[in-house]
Each structure stands twice: as C-alpha cells, then as structure tokens.
C-alpha cells in the first residue's frame, strides 16, 4: 500500500503562484511514476504532470510552460509550481503513484483545492 497527503492548495488571484506537495509513506519504493491529476465541478479528471523514474515528465497542454513537476526522493515527496495560474485552473488537484511491474497498482490522495480567482 501506498499513503498519499496532499497540502498547499488555497485561494490565490490570476496571474499568481501557488506549490503543492505530496507526501507519499508506506510500499514507496516499487513506485514506478507519481503525479497530479485535477478535477473540476462537473468535468472528468484529467491528467495535469506526471514524473517517471526515469525523470521523464509529461505536462497537459494546458499546463506546459506554467507548471512544474518535481521530486525529493529523500523526503519521499512530490512538488507541483503552478505559476501564471488562471480561472480555469481552479479544481481539485490529486497526487497520484503508481507502482507495480505492470503498472497495475494505483493510489491517490485524498486531493487538495485550487481556487484561481479573476
């Protein structure tokens, strides 16, 4: 099992920054990739940043040149820089893990709230 705690949403106004952390505990180390997902009022969750082990990223359209994935693997966290946030970015963002050698474990935190004013 893996043990997934987000922190460092809140309220910020266009144009602003805010970071958020994960900090994931338990079966850490067969992780394979972790990430963040979003979901806003009556849309599906969609894939915001994800970071392999092997250091690739992969970034929603939306999100590239704004956002950044990021990690610490002594803490056993993960970062996600929200800068130049945007209305339409306000959701819930979620930290995602996924581990297994099929990939066919996944976790999820219990997800964090971003609210982006204009």
């Known amino acids: 099992q893996v043990q997934l705690v987000e922190s460092g949403g809140g309220l910020v106004q266009a144009g602003g920054s805010l970071r958020l952390s994960c900090a994931a505990s338990?079966?850490?180390?067969?992780?394979?990739?972790m990430g963040w997902y979003r979901q806003a009022p009556g849309k599906q969750r969609e894939l915001v940043a994800t970071?392999?082990?092997?250091?690739?990223?992969n970034y929603a359209d939306s999100v590239k040149g704004r956002f950044t994935i990021s990690r610490d693997n002594r803490k056993n966290m993960v970062f996600l820089q929200m800068n130049s946030l945007k209305p339409e970015d306000t959701a819930v963002y979620y930290c995602?893990?996924?581990?297994?050698?099929?990939?066919?474990?996944?976790?999820w935190g219990q997800g964090t709230q971003v609210t982006v004013s204009s």
């Open positions: 995602n893990a996924v581990r297994g050698r099929l990939y066919e474990y996944v976790y």
């Open positions: 338990g079966n850490i180390f067969s992780i394979n990739v």
């Open positions: 970071l392999s082990n092997d250091g690739g990223t």
